[in-house]
């Protein structure tokens, strides 16, 4: 059901959505967004072997974020916003938890909009992936 403006307050959690693809994932992900620098599916690339493996599309983690913005939304509003920053590497096969929170929810120029925190948590728990968003509920 989408969500509605009067359906959430401050605080709020989004819905947590994990992640963990495998190689077979990340080479399908290179096809569609063009990179196809082997430290993202070769596992002899030199860089890939000094860190010990292969890591995950930066803009993988950006575009799930999109995915647990959308999914929460459930067609009830709209990204207007988003954004994150790549503060640490994530590893294939191994779990990613996304999750956010609504931080301010406001009415401004008769838009009703909601600034969400979001992040991407490795498998230790670490927030490799910092980002923000703002949704628009319409007038």
Same mark, same amino acid.
């Given at each position: *059901? #989408?969500?509605?403006?009067?359906?959430?307050?401050?605080?709020?959690e989004?819905?947590?959505? %994990?992640?963990?693809p495998?190689?077979?994932?990340?080479?399908?992900?290179?096809?569609g967004?063009?990179?196809?620098? @082997?430290?993202?599916?070769?596992?002899?690339? #030199?860089?890939?072997?000094?860190?010990?493996?292969?890591?995950?599309?930066? =803009?993988?983690?950006?575009? $799930?974020?999109? +995915?647990?913005?959308?999914?929460?939304l459930?067609?009830? /509003? =709209?990204? $207007?916003k988003? /954004?994150?920053?790549?503060?640490g590497?994530?590893? @294939? +096969?191994? +779990? *990613?938890?996304?999750?956010?929170?609504v931080?301010?929810?406001?009415e401004?120029? /008769?838009? %009703?909009?909601?600034?969400l925190?979001?992040?991407?948590n !490795?498998?230790?728990?670490? !927030?490799?992936? #910092? /980002?923000?968003?703002?949704?628009?509920?319409?007038a």
């Open positions: *059901m #989408p969500l509605s403006w009067d359906s959430f307050k401050e605080g709020d989004l819905p947590v959505l %994990k992640k963990a495998g190689v077979t994932q990340l080479v399908k992900y290179a096809a967004g063009g990179d196809f620098n @082997p430290l993202h599916h070769d596992f002899a690339f #030199p860089q890939s072997k000094a860190l010990g493996s292969i890591i995950i599309h930066g =803009r993988f983690k950006y575009a $799930a974020l999109g +995915e647990l913005v959308s999914n929460w459930d067609h009830g /509003g =709209r990204i $207007a988003l /954004g994150c920053q790549y503060r590497m994530d590893l @294939p +096969e191994n +779990e *990613m938890t996304l999750g956010g929170k931080v301010k929810k406001y401004e120029g /008769g838009r %009703k909009l909601a600034d925190e979001l992040w991407v !490795n498998a230790k728990g670490k !927030n490799t992936t #910092p /980002g923000s968003a703002t949704v628009d509920f319409g």
